[in-house]
């Protein structure tokens, strides 16, 4: 099977070409990053002359990941950029033509393509909000067809950060104070899940990513130790940690590439200036005590202790519970891949359907699902939440036109009108900020690990319970 | 918060301005795609004067994902490609200069990232392949400070191809040989990580996707029926099937958006010609069952049963073992996310150092990491698998250049030669044909979904265990 070839990009006989963007995912390639019924189903509502029906889709979770008490809303910020860039290329709309499975639909569809644009309006809560199962965190009013289309970009981004977020926050919740930095990029779902990981880590409440590019990209602080195999490099221990030094004066040391203890010992004997040591495995406990005590002795009372190793929100939570002087804790595995439930199982229902009538306005339709498990409330929805002595008490969903309840927030706010950006997205910073003030208004039993809440805050309000009743199944 | 502003892209004032890369990965980004940490450690390599220094690194797992008795091998492709094209832009270096952490580092660092290129080798074992814990999955010899960069990348995509590639031919061999097709977009872990899942899944032995994108760059067969919207979006559901069945007439229709015994009974009463129906909600093998009787009895002999709604292999095998009559199962949470596993936790250890000698030639290094519970063996590795009555006997890791075992082939061949890739890729096809013959070899208790192998055929050759003995701890 070995073949030698000339090479496209380095013209030399021994270099096999290589297609390298075909593995990737560009920005101008979004419009086919969708399932494939979106399309169909975009064609068969075109055949069919739906074109000018405007239909109301909401994006909620049914039912929160294991273990989970609240989630945490994110992905917004993508999703925007998303819809507002979404066209179809020539090549896109040449390769659908090219399909067995379009040869029926008319070629008016694809000019139609070729001129796609998303025009319609886009509610959505703030990124960082604490929501609670069956409440819309997006609502989209648009053309049936652009709304449909919209659906699988939209659920992937907002289930997966939301889906880091909330795991973030619950981990920075046990963490009780000290610092939590994200550290799972060779664990992540690939590169694009690595940085997307790194970006709701933050909003979740983590200090900082070792991932550079997003430390390059959205401004989040850059963490990183050193590997083992520097260690393992240098014919001893001493000579890895005070080359490492000689340029990086306030790095931190891994200790535990062979024995722990003995590590930290060769440190101080030394007089090596660490800002701090990292234990990555063993007895944390036991040797986090151990440690500090060795670097107090020593005089390094400012070091700190950083602790790594398949941590997650209850491991941290013991360790600190049972006094471990451990000052960071990096988490990787478990955070970026949401270990113990790596799934959030948002939906994207019609609630609505606003039909053209003759004298130029809307009839509006409302429409539920009565699968077993499935039922959905109709028509277009808002969130108000009643905040009471600086906690949340009730969340009531309604209709979006209904009157506000009584010292009652909305929380969904128009991202997006025909088409455009409409309200300022706050920065990373400001999100993370918003998140730790939800947080605070979280009643405790939310944030406590040991116990997952059934009961929620949340209720319909009357007027949409009253319309749900009138479904017969 | 709301603000108004002129838009750059639309030049109309109600556009907020949004930076549209930030939130993708573009492929001249890749060389940030790393730990920080990796960037740390290369220019303390750099300044100790390491440069010359030839590591040896070896990517591994050292314990399956729960509930797995084998893993199959998968990224090669997308490594080989960041590799070759690996090139830090004048940007991304002035990044890294401007950061606190780097003001230490000599400028002569960042010339050296100027002309970074990877010059090293790469073995690999081929995509598709079956591994057992321990086993190397790659082998990279490149001067240190390169083969260091490459860890977080490298891990990160054959971690998750890995672990996806093993999810799916888990799920196929459960379907028994029914077709599987991957449906998973909107839960995977973003969009690239969508795209990723498609092709890992087509690896494992999955039949299609939904996802467009992956049927358009990887031809990969695209999948898809309707959603629920698109039923609901009509005043009955009857009028839906017909009008899809326009512009379709080979579609599926989706029959559990309000009753899905009383739908077929439609579909049939009607004379839709259905090329098959899809259950995505209730008792499925009941459903199935009863409309495959309708179907049948009014002449649709033809069409199919496709089942969905958070199945996996365990459900599916059970479906089939009570002789449920499903043609195709689609599979979306479980097999993108890996759900009741979501992590492959591979690694990538230094086994060998090769220092410069006086007279010219190198001094080879053992290396090993003595850390508990994290132990490795030292050496550049082969793998020789020993394959008997066409089954898998035993496989042997020895170092790379003692004799190969009698019967024995290895494993890791040489895709990479001075940073050009010297062997031919095979088509993705090849890929999946390759491991539907490797599931073949498998001895039988490692394809029982209700057995989890903890005995594996594998041994380390005297040699690598006299090697290993060497090092006390």
Redesign the interface.
């Known amino acids: 099977?070995?073949?030698?070839?000339t090479?496209h990009?380095?013209h030399?006989k021994?270099?096999?070409e290589?297609n390298?963007?075909?593995?990737?995912?560009?920005?101008n390639?979004?419009a086919?990053?969708?399932?494939?019924?979106?399309?169909?189903?975009a064609?068969?509502?075109f055949?069919?002359g739906?074109l000018d029906?405007q239909?109301v889709?909401e994006a909620f979770v049914r039912k929160l990941p294991r273990n989970r008490s609240y989630m945490v809303a994110a992905g917004l910020?993508?999703i925007?950029?998303y819809v507002?860039?979404l066209t179809f290329t020539e090549d896109?709309i040449s390769?659908l033509q090219s399909?067995?499975?379009f040869k029926?639909?008319?070629g008016r569809f694809f000019d139609y393509l070729r001129r796609f644009r998303f025009t319609g309006d886009i509610w959505a809560v703030d990124e960082g909000t604490v929501l609670f199962p069956n409440e819309p965190f997006i609502r989209v009013e648009a053309p049936?067809v652009e709304a449909?289309i919209l659906?699988?970009?939209l659920?992937?981004?907002m289930?997966?950060?939301s889906?880091i977020s909330t795991k973030a926050s619950r981990t920075v919740n046990a963490a009780g104070g000290r610092d939590v930095v994200e550290?799972g990029?060779?664990?992540?779902?690939?590169?694009?899940?690595?940085?997307?990981?790194a970006?709701a880590s933050f909003v979740g409440g983590c200090v900082g990513t070792?991932?550079?590019?997003a430390?390059?990209?959205?401004d989040i602080p850059?963490?990183?130790?050193?590997?083992?195999?520097?260690v393992?490099?240098?014919e001893n221990e001493l000579d890895a940690f005070t080359?490492?030094n000689?340029?990086?004066?306030?790095?931190f040391l891994l200790v535990?590439?062979?024995?722990t203890i003995e590590a930290v010992k060769k440190i101080v004997q030394a007089r090596i200036p660490a800002a701090g040591i990292r234990l990555?495995?063993?007895d944390l406990h036991f040797l986090s005590v151990e440690s500090r005590r060795i670097l107090d002795a020593a005089g390094y009372t400012n070091s700190k202790i950083m602790a790594s190793g398949d941590l997650n929100e209850h491991i941290i939570k013991d360790l600190i519970d049972r006094g471990a002087p451990i000052d960071v804790f990096g988490v990787g595995?478990e955070l970026v891949?949401?270990?113990d439930?790596?799934?959030?199982?948002?939906v994207?229902?019609?609630t609505a359907?606003k039909v053209p009538t003759t004298e130029g306005k809307y009839k509006v339709l409302h429409?539920?699902?009565?699968?077993?498990?499935?039922k959905t409330h109709p028509g277009p929805k808002q969130v108000f939440r009643i905040v009471e002595n600086a906690a949340i008490k009730t969340d009531i969903v309604g209709f979006e036109d209904e009157p506000a309840p009584e010292n009652s927030t909305p929380l969904l706010?128009k991202y997006m009108?025909a088409g455009?950006?409409?309200?300022?997205?706050?920065s990373l910073k400001e999100i993370q900020r918003l998140h730790k003030e939800q947080i605070k208004m979280l009643p405790g039993e939310f944030t406590d690990l040991d116990v997952t809440m059934n009961d929620f805050p949340v209720r319909f309000s009357d007027r949409l319970e009253a319309a749900t009743q009138q479904f017969k199944?």
């Not at 390298?20 to 920005?27: G, V």
Request: with cysteine.
């Open positions: 099977m070995s073949q030698y070839a090479c990009a380095c030399w021994v270099c096999i290589m390298p963007s075909k593995l990737m995912l560009s920005e390639e979004l086919l990053a969708t399932d494939f019924y979106e399309l169909t189903m064609a068969a509502y055949n069919a739906h029906r239909a889709f910020e993508q925007l950029e507002r860039n896109q390769y399909l067995d499975t029926q639909v008319p049936i449909q659906e699988t970009y659920l992937s981004v289930n997966f950060e889906l550290f990029s060779r664990r992540a779902h690939g590169p694009h899940a690595a940085l997307l990981a970006r070792s991932n550079t590019l430390a390059y990209k959205l850059a963490f990183g130790t050193m590997a083992h195999s520097f393992m490099n240098f080359e490492f000689k340029v990086f004066s306030h790095g535990d590439t062979y024995d990555d495995s063993g595995t891949t949401s270990r439930d790596p799934a959030m199982n948002g994207y229902k019609l359907i429409r539920i699902k009565t699968s077993p498990g499935k706010k009108e455009r950006v409409v309200r300022q997205l706050p199944v």
